[in-house]
């Protein structure tokens, strides 16, 4: 059975008096629910074909359902009537053209995406909360959230500078190629990629001198001297400029290798070795 395509309703007065209620102020959600067979479906012009795109479509899904008294239906805060409610049937019925319409307002790759989260989504909670999880962070509306976590990151988070850097560098892999990296903890190196879609650049000088600036407020901070004298991008203008993903990665291995020498409570070994 084909979805339909867009929704609107026939406002009854009973709507009307409940929808300027805040969320944590309705019982459930089938409070003031237009009854299903006031149901029309109309064009939505927005069919989500890219999990990039998930935010937009996000955001003119709610606009459409909340125009029509339907936006707690998606919304699995909100909890649902209890089955002996005189409204519940009414509920599950305008939940499951809801779903229906969700479904087929968005291409058949994006809902094999939904499926796989592994969740039921016969009705419109479920079968957004399976969106969410599937979607949320996706495109630029991500990018600028994982940006902000890069650069929230703290040294004082985590047990060691060896994690911190690791961290790091797969948080700044994930902003700059647009995918998620899994590392070999002994070779350093990618054993695994995901792809997303790189919408933000993040300089990768600016994602070292910020990594270096971490370590240099903690125990490791001895490192930063000999990392400055090494790395030469710190002290060449010009080649900073060109300074790369390569690049950072080849700094992280730099740093984790004078870590590996000896334990991080022995500076002075570590200087020698960097020195050889």
Not at 20 to 45: N, R, Y
Not at 76 to 82: F, H, L, V
Not at 197 to 206: C, E, G, Q, T, V
């Amino acid at each position: 059975m084909q979805s339909p395509r867009t929704i609107s309703g026939t406002a009854t007065l009973r709507q009307d008096e409940w929808s300027t209620l805040l969320k944590d102020e309705v019982e459930h959600q089938a409070v003031g629910l237009i009854e299903h067979k006031h149901l029309t479906f109309t064009d939505l012009h927005f069919t989500l074909n890219n999990k990039e795109d998930f935010e937009d479509w996000y955001s003119v899904v709610l606009r459409t359902l909340d125009s029509g008294g339907l936006a707690n239906l998606v919304d699995s805060d909100i909890p649902r009537p209890a089955k002996s409610d005189p409204d519940a049937k009414n509920w599950q019925e305008v939940s499951k053209h809801v779903a229906q319409w969700l479904e087929g307002n968005m291409s058949r790759d994006m809902y094999r995406l939904v499926r796989s989260q592994g969740m039921r989504v016969v009705l419109a909670d479920e079968f957004m909360e399976a969106a969410l999880k599937a979607f949320r962070g996706m495109g630029p509306y991500g990018d600028i959230a994982r940006i902000g976590d890069f650069f929230r990151t703290r040294r004082e988070d985590f047990p060691s500078t060896e994690k911190f850097i690791d961290k790091i560098r797969q948080q700044y892999f994930t902003i700059t190629s647009g995918g998620i990296y899994l590392f070999d903890s002994r070779s350093r190196g990618p054993i695994a990629y995901f792809h997303t879609k790189d919408f933000f650049h993040l300089s990768p000088y600016i994602a070292l001198t910020s990594l270096l600036d971490q370590i240099n407020q903690s125990e490791s901070k001895f490192l930063v001297p000999m990392a400055v004298e090494h790395l030469f991008p710190l002290k060449d203008e010009a080649r900073s400029a060109k300074f790369n993903l390569n690049d950072f990665q080849r700094s992280c291995n730099y740093l984790l290798g004078l870590l590996n020498i000896c334990e991080e409570e022995d500076p002075a070994a570590i200087s020698f070795a960097a020195g050889m």
